[in-house]
């Protein structure tokens, strides 16, 4: 079985995607700091609604699910997204 010659994109993926939360998640810690507040600021797209209310609701009484998507882009995230890209570059 041959192997493919270079860095496997799921690990690309999967540390891009640990960086935008990681960078979120120091965003939403600094957000008090005066000076660093800006790194939480970004857009929100929701489907569904940012309020919580669901695209989508299946209440049968036991279990109830809802269905919708929110999506929140800071520019920690994307910072997060950028060194993630680097560390990867590096590996």
Do not use: P, Q
Not at 28 to 44: M, N, P, Q, T, Y
């Amino acid at each position: 079985m041959a192997r493919t010659i270079g860095k496997n994109k799921w690990a690309l993926f999967l540390l891009i995607l640990c960086g935008i939360v990681l960078g979120s998640f120091i965003g939403h810690l600094l957000r008090k700091v005066e000076f660093l507040s800006w790194l939480d600021s970004g857009i929100d797209f929701a489907i569904g609604g940012s309020d919580g209310k669901s695209i989508l609701t299946i209440d049968l009484g036991a279990l109830a699910i809802h269905f919708g998507i929110r999506l929140k882009i800071t520019i920690a995230s994307i910072l997060g997204a950028i060194a993630a890209v680097f560390i990867y570059k590096k590996l």
